[in-house]
């Protein structure tokens, strides 16, 4: 399809796992967002690759967090040891430079 | 500190009759604003936007209205619709291409 993709759709794991997420963004769209909604929260900014240029971290809540976009495309987040206030919804986004950002479907994320 | 507010958690409408959404936010230097509409288990999906330099943005049933003054927006969607029932997220962003700043969601539910 032409949107953005993410995968896996859904993820169980343990505590203590690490685990990565993967976004396909829209082909040509140079921006790529990732953000995470927990239960009954907004979506909240994680972190933002534009291009060439180093990427806005600003978002991570901490180093357990990572992120990296290989060839200006795909993007994955890392997260390390995970926690249970991890569990969220991961969603990723792309955009052509505007203001408007298209979304994938998202990873939800189970930390046990 | 949430920049960007959506008071109302919820609002339940008859069909045919007129939805509106509001949306407040305090940082001055958001200078563009959307509106996201959500299904559960789906990505936001853009819905409409307005420039801080207009103060009415229309697409067909959906109206977006900023009083900058105020610092505050509205959605309206006239006639509502049953297929309208959904989340609806503000979300705001200093410059182009720039992350979004959202708030906590108002849901939709509009009543046959």
């Known amino acids: 399809g032409a949107g953005v993709s993410q995968s896996p759709s859904n993820k169980v794991t343990e505590k203590g796992k690490d685990v990565e997420l993967r976004c396909d963004p829209i082909s040509g769209h140079t921006a790529l967002y990732w953000y995470r909604q927990s239960l009954g929260q907004g979506l909240e900014f994680l972190i933002y690759?534009?291009?060439?240029?180093?990427?806005?971290k600003s978002g991570l809540p901490s180093d357990r967090f990572s992120a990296e976009r290989t060839g200006g495309s795909v993007s994955t987040l890392t997260i390390q040891r995970t926690q249970q206030e991890d569990s969220a919804v991961y969603l990723c986004?792309?955009?052509?430079?505007?203001?408007?950002?298209?979304f994938g479907d998202g990873t939800r994320l189970s930390i046990l | 500190d949430q920049q960007v507010k959506q008071n109302s958690p919820s609002l339940s409408v008859q069909e045919g009759r007129i939805s509106i959404l509001n949306c407040d936010y305090t940082n001055s230097m958001f200078d563009y604003f959307l509106w996201y509409k959500k299904y559960p288990a789906e990505g936001p999906t853009f819905l409409i936007s307005?420039?801080?330099?207009?103060d009415k943005n229309e697409d067909g049933r959906f109206t977006v209205f900023l009083n900058k003054s105020a610092k505050h927006l509205s959605l309206h969607i006239v006639p509502s619709q049953p297929g309208d029932s959904a989340v609806y997220f503000c979300a705001a962003t200093r410059s182009s291409g720039d992350k979004l700043t959202f708030g906590t969601g108002t849901r939709l539910a509009v009543r046959p």
């Open positions: 986004a792309s955009s052509a430079g505007t203001s408007i950002q298209h």
């Open positions: 307005i420039s801080s330099i207009k």
């Open positions: 690759f534009q291009g060439n240029s180093a990427p806005d």
